[in-house]
């Protein structure tokens, strides 16, 4: 099973540089957001910096797993190769698998340059243990999103998955307080901000990195919104098969 998983990682990850747009997107967008809200801000307070530093890595891990799976996978529906993988004894477990590896290599790349810009532009400060603390808190904050990004990719054409893609995250990113100042947040943000998975996902990595102490709720929507995403895109998967092989 490993080395099925390999072999669809290799060949997604392929594609992707194949046209690289996706990456370049990735990189570029949580980039010039650090650039334009964190750096000139609050790049001169330690802590704050930090915490801003988090949120754009989480920034850019939203945009591979949510817009770049969605994308993804509906474009490859729409080609003659994908119902033909499917007939394959391998199963979906590994074409799942290899896109979310596929996409976690493109949100290591895209938050490299963000931890550049960090660690030259601000006074941002983590320890090597504190960095890989928030490694594994950004993989573990990036799952409902690409859950939702295998959902939409599955259910829509790709035109329609390009939109609706956009639509959830910019919403997502700006309900959860991604974008301002993000410890202390407008009212309306404040109150819808904990039952969104970027919220969640956001104070994990702030506990990593920066030893600001999460909050149990937005913890636990990050939790449902995970589990609730994962049995979506299940449904979408074997929906989207069962039209196929009518």
Same mark, same amino acid.
């Given at each position: ?16 540089? $194949? ?13 010039? *957001? ?30 591979? *797993? ?6 993804? &996978? ?10 033909? &993988?499917?007939?394959? %004894?391998?199963? %979906?477990?590994?074409?799942? /698998?290899? $896109? ?32 890989? *603390? ?6 573990? @904050?990036?799952? %409902? ?9 599955? /259910?829509? =054409? ?6 609706? *893609? ?9 309900? @959860? @307080? ?37 909050? =149990?709720?937005?913890? &636990? ?21 069962? $039209?196929?092989?009518?």
């Amino acid at each position: 099973m490993s080395s099925l998983v390999w072999t669809h990682t290799r060949y997604q990850f392929l594609e992707q540089l $194949r046209v690289p747009i996706a990456i370049v997107a990735s990189v570029f967008f949580p980039t010039i *957001s650090m650039l334009a809200f964190v750096v000139p801000f609050t790049g001169d307070d330690p802590l704050m910096a930090t915490v801003g530093t988090a949120s754009m890595t989480l920034f850019a891990v939203m945009s591979s *797993s949510l817009m770049g799976l969605a994308i993804g &996978v509906a474009d490859d529906r729409g080609k003659p190769w994908d119902p033909y &993988v499917r007939t394959l %004894p391998a199963g %979906p477990f590994p074409r799942f /698998a290899g $896109r979310m590896l596929t996409s976690l290599a493109i949100m290591l790349i895209a938050v490299v340059p963000v931890v550049l810009v960090a660690a030259f532009l601000t006074a941002a400060t983590a320890t090597p243990l504190q960095l890989l *603390s928030g490694l594994g808190a950004l993989i573990v @904050g990036a799952l %409902p999103f690409m859950m939702l990004g295998l959902l939409v990719g599955y /259910a829509l =054409p790709s035109k329609a998955a390009i939109a609706v *893609s956009q639509v959830l995250f910019f919403p997502i990113a700006i309900g @959860g @307080g991604m974008f301002g100042n993000p410890l202390d947040p407008p009212a309306f943000i404040g109150a819808v901000a904990p039952y969104l998975p970027s919220r969640g996902a956001m104070e994990l990595v702030w506990a990593a990195t920066a030893g600001v102490p999460p909050r =149990p709720l937005p913890l &636990v929507m990050l939790a449902v919104w995970t589990v609730a995403g994962a049995a979506a895109a299940v449904w979408a998967y074997r929906r989207d098969e069962g $039209r196929r092989f009518r």
